[in-house]
């Protein structure tokens, strides 16, 4: 966890479009040198969210602070932010230079003054030497540096990134993705990014607030969101999670002990139980399907054991991906293996031993 | 079929349409420069007295004058008024939008007798005299759609978040116009300017039924043709304006096409007036 001032305060926003509640109140507290992602499908009010963080929207009704300072009345161009917008929104008249420089003309800065900051904050972004280059020379993966150019030298206290990545290919993606992070990390400045792509979440972020119909439905670093989903509808937005039924036998002093009708009896401590939960109304659990094991040789040994047959394989290169049919089950379930030397492929059809252990299992309501 | 191998006959087609849309044209420079008085064949000699005809005649030079002035407030009023609509009908939601920017296109088909009758009885009840003015505000009537039409595709290419950016950038509303969006449709003004300032030249219903006694030059052409010895100068003169605005719709189109590629369109994709 970065430093823990408090940068962007949201207090019950809401927003809505004629009978349409875009947001339904969102309350959350954004750090100082925090790279904080809004994660969601689209329609769920995450980009509303960051455009009124902007500026560019005001919120039906709530507050939002930033930097200890409400935000009601005051127009994007007096706000601390900066935003990289989806489409770059690269100015197409000006060359790389003449974009990167455009806010600071604003502040009435010397030429001599701009130049070197122009200077500096390409050279962040790796575009060192480009800024006589005419707008529409650039490439996607140049355009998107030279946004970010744009936003990182007026030095606001947070960016803004509405999906940045999306329009880039998977390969240049996946490199943009560690670059950003590590921009963020050296200068310390506030990022906020939204994003639909859980994976791009989870890599760069410190913290995501995982939305759904104008509503946070977790918030939280992205192993608790991984390992401990709040409801199942974010445990199946991140990831692949497994759902057995389960019932609750007894709930006692040292936890509760749950019959999971494929797997069988098991004890989970007080601490497991996620907060909300109530374990009078647990009847789900999850099990990610890396947490689950095929124990192909006889000399294999896991926790817990059941006995179960393989319907189908995907071969992935480094993965195996299985459907296994667990007993008393009427719908597989996934289970990744990772293909390890002179481990072999299961065939369908064929009876497997699955492994599992206590501490994978995530209650449900 | 081969690509590129039209049909003979629709080769044959082609060339008779494009003798029957430009042969009466190019009549019109062949007796200009015809020595001769009456306008038939054989053509006589060649003579460039008619434009010196032209040259000294002080009706016509004030007919030119009315004219341009006219031609050049109606071109401003225009696309100063068709801007506003572009930028309106690009940037926001209003209830009857589509009604309301098809009537203001209304003119581009009413017929401009209908519109030249309807404004001379409106001025006449209103108790106002006809002049240059009464004109110029029959011209922005009907040039006002086409700066619309023009302007509307300049300001709908118009990436909404660019102005977004600029405002993001610390960028004031006068700013971010003045800066980024004037820049960027200015090729569209210049085009609307133009193509306005050419329609209004050339318009003679309008112009003939509300100028009081400054004539405007259609209307001065159309009082030199009830003189048979003056045809071949009028020759001359359509000669000279054919060429003019053959010369402004050219530039226009060519301003058209450099916007649509500074804004990394395919010019020859999007809608052109030409």
Same mark, same amino acid.
């Given at each position: 966890?970065?430093?823990?001032?408090?940068?962007?305060?949201?207090?019950?926003?809401?927003?809505?479009?004629?009978?349409?509640?875009?947001?339904?109140?969102?309350?959350?507290?954004?750090?100082?040198?925090? =790279?904080?992602?809004?994660?969601?499908?689209?329609?769920?009010?995450?980009?509303?969210?960051?455009?009124?963080?902007?500026?560019?929207?005001?919120?039906?009704?709530?507050?939002?602070?930033?930097?200890?300072?409400?935000?009601?009345?005051?127009?994007?161009?007096?706000?601390?932010?900066?935003?990289?917008?989806?489409?770059?929104?690269?100015?197409?008249?000006?060359?790389?230079?003449?974009?990167?420089?455009?806010?600071?003309?604003?502040?009435?800065?010397?030429?001599?003054?701009?130049?070197?900051?122009?200077?500096?904050?390409?050279?962040?972004?790796?575009?060192?030497?480009?800024?006589?280059?005419?707008?529409?020379?650039?490439?996607?993966?140049?355009?998107?540096?030279?946004?970010?150019?744009?936003?990182?030298?007026?030095?606001?206290?947070?960016?803004?990134?509405?999906?940045?990545?999306?329009?880039?290919?998977?390969?240049?993606?996946?490199?943009?993705?560690?670059?950003?992070?590590?921009?963020?990390?050296?200068?310390?400045?506030? =990022?906020?990014?939204?994003?639909?792509?859980?994976?791009?979440?989870?890599?760069?972020?410190?913290?995501?607030?995982?939305?759904?119909?104008?509503?946070?439905?977790?918030?939280?670093?992205?192993?608790?969101?991984?390992?401990?989903?709040?409801?199942?509808?974010?445990?199946?937005?991140?990831?692949?999670?497994? =759902?057995?039924?389960?019932?609750?036998?007894?709930?006692?002093?040292?936890?509760?002990?749950?019959?999971?009708?494929?797997?069988?009896?098991?004890?989970?401590?007080?601490?497991?139980?996620?907060?909300?939960?109530?374990?009078?109304?647990?009847?789900?659990?999850?099990?990610?399907?890396?947490?689950?094991?095929?124990?192909?040789?006889?000399?294999?040994?896991?926790?817990?054991?059941?006995?179960?047959?393989?319907?189908?394989?995907?071969?992935?290169?480094?993965?195996?991906?299985?459907?296994?049919?667990?007993?008393?089950?009427?719908?597989?379930?996934?289970?990744?293996?990772?293909?390890?030397?002179?481990?072999?492929?299961?065939?369908?059809?064929?009876?497997?031993?699955?492994?599992?252990?206590?501490?994978?299992?995530?209650?449900?309501? | 079929?081969?690509?590129?191998?039209?049909?003979?006959?629709?080769?044959?087609?082609?060339?008779?349409?494009?003798?029957?849309?430009?042969?009466?044209?190019?009549?019109?420079?062949?007796?200009?420069?015809?020595?001769?008085?009456?306008?038939?064949?054989?053509?006589?000699?060649?003579?460039?007295?008619?434009?010196?005809?032209?040259?000294?005649?002080?009706?016509?030079?004030?007919?030119?004058?009315?004219?341009?002035?006219?031609?050049?407030?109606?071109?401003?009023?225009?696309?100063?008024?068709?801007?506003?609509?572009?930028?309106?009908?690009?940037?926001?939601?209003?209830?009857?939008?589509?009604?309301?920017?098809?009537?203001?296109?209304?003119?581009?088909?009413?017929?401009?007798?209908?519109?030249?009758?309807?404004?001379?009885?409106?001025?006449?009840?209103?108790?106002?005299?006809?002049?240059?003015?009464?004109?110029?505000?029959?011209?922005?009537?009907?040039?006002?759609?086409?700066?619309?039409?023009?302007?509307?595709?300049?300001?709908?290419?118009?990436?909404?978040?660019?102005?977004?950016?600029?405002?993001?950038?610390?960028?004031?509303?006068?700013?971010?116009?003045?800066?980024?969006?004037?820049?960027?449709?200015?090729?569209?003004?210049?085009?609307?300017?133009?193509?306005?300032?050419?329609?209004?030249?050339?318009?003679?219903?309008?112009?003939?039924?509300?100028?009081?006694?400054?004539?405007?030059?259609?209307?001065?052409?159309?009082?030199?043709?009830?003189?048979?010895?003056?045809?071949?100068?009028?020759?001359?003169?359509?000669?000279?304006?054919?060429?003019?605005?053959?010369?402004?719709?050219?530039?226009?189109?060519?301003?058209?096409?450099?916007?649509?590629?500074?804004?990394?369109?395919?010019?020859?994709?999007?809608?052109?007036?030409?």
């Amino acid at each position: 966890m970065p430093k823990t001032k408090p940068i962007i305060e949201l207090r019950d926003v809401r927003k809505s479009f004629g009978t349409f509640n875009a947001l339904k109140g969102i309350n959350a507290i954004i750090h100082e040198g925090e =790279f904080f992602s809004l994660l969601g499908p689209s329609g769920c009010g995450k980009t509303t969210l960051l455009r009124m963080i902007a500026g560019f929207e005001p919120p039906t009704s709530g507050e939002i602070m930033i930097d200890g300072k409400s935000m009601d009345g005051i127009a994007a161009n007096a706000r601390p932010t900066n935003m990289v917008f989806q489409s770059y929104a690269i100015f197409p008249h000006l060359d790389v230079a003449g974009n990167v420089g455009y806010g600071l003309k604003t502040k009435k800065m010397p030429k001599a003054d701009i130049n070197r900051e122009v200077d500096q904050a390409l050279a962040m972004v790796d575009l060192a030497g480009f800024g006589d280059r005419a707008a529409h020379e650039l490439s996607g993966g140049q355009r998107q540096r030279v946004a970010l150019a744009r936003a990182l030298v007026m030095r606001p206290k947070v960016i803004l990134l509405d999906e940045p990545l999306s329009a880039l290919d998977k390969k240049l993606r996946d490199q943009m993705q560690v670059e950003l992070r590590e921009l963020q990390k050296t200068l310390g400045v506030t =990022f906020i990014l939204v994003t639909h792509d859980q994976e791009e979440a989870l890599i760069m972020s410190d913290r995501i607030a995982v939305m759904f119909e104008g509503e946070i439905a977790q918030l939280a670093s992205p192993e608790e969101l991984y390992r401990r989903p709040a409801t199942r509808r974010v445990a199946s937005f991140i990831g692949v999670m497994n =759902f057995l039924d389960a019932s609750l036998d007894s709930s006692n002093a040292s936890g509760v002990t749950l019959t999971i009708h494929a797997l069988g009896k098991v004890s989970i401590p007080h601490s497991a139980v996620p907060k909300g939960v109530n374990p009078a109304q647990i009847n789900k659990v999850g099990i990610r399907p890396e947490m689950l094991t095929l124990l192909f040789d006889p000399s294999d040994k896991a926790e817990n054991e059941v006995k179960a047959e393989v319907v189908s394989s995907d071969y992935y290169g480094d993965m195996t991906y299985y459907s296994v049919l667990l007993p008393m089950q009427k719908d597989p379930v996934t289970i990744s293996m990772r293909n390890t030397a002179g481990r072999s492929i299961a065939a369908s059809g064929s009876p497997v031993r699955v492994g599992w252990g206590a501490e994978s299992v995530v209650l449900f309501e | 079929m081969k690509r590129g191998m039209a049909p003979e006959w629709l080769t044959s087609y082609a060339v008779a349409y494009m003798i029957f849309l430009y042969a009466p044209v190019i009549l019109m420079p062949m007796f200009a420069f015809n020595d001769a008085t009456v306008i038939a064949f054989p053509l006589s000699g060649f003579t460039t007295r008619w434009l010196e005809v032209l040259w000294s005649s002080d009706a016509l030079h004030s007919a030119v004058w009315n004219s341009t002035i006219v031609a050049i407030v109606t071109a401003l009023a225009s696309t100063f008024l068709g801007a506003c609509a572009a930028r309106a009908s690009a940037r926001y939601r209003f209830p009857a939008q589509r009604g309301i920017i098809g009537f203001t296109m209304l003119p581009l088909v009413l017929p401009e007798i209908i519109v030249a009758v309807a404004l001379i009885v409106m001025l006449m009840q209103l108790g106002m005299s006809l002049s240059l003015w009464t004109v110029v505000a029959g011209h922005v009537l009907i040039c006002t759609p086409f700066s619309i039409a023009i302007l509307s595709s300049a300001f709908a290419s118009l990436d909404q978040s660019l102005e977004e950016a600029s405002f993001d950038l610390g960028e004031s509303r006068w700013g971010t116009f003045r800066r980024l969006t004037l820049p960027l449709v200015m090729p569209g003004v210049i085009s609307s300017l133009l193509i306005c300032f050419t329609i209004s030249l050339d318009e003679f219903i309008i112009a003939f039924f509300l100028t009081g006694t400054d004539a405007t030059l259609p209307v001065y052409i159309w009082s030199q043709l009830r003189f048979p010895t003056k045809l071949p100068s009028v020759m001359a003169l359509g000669t000279v304006l054919l060429v003019l605005s053959i010369g402004l719709l050219v530039l226009a189109e060519w301003f058209r096409r450099r916007a649509a590629r500074r804004q990394g369109l395919d010019a020859s994709s999007s809608k052109g007036m030409l």
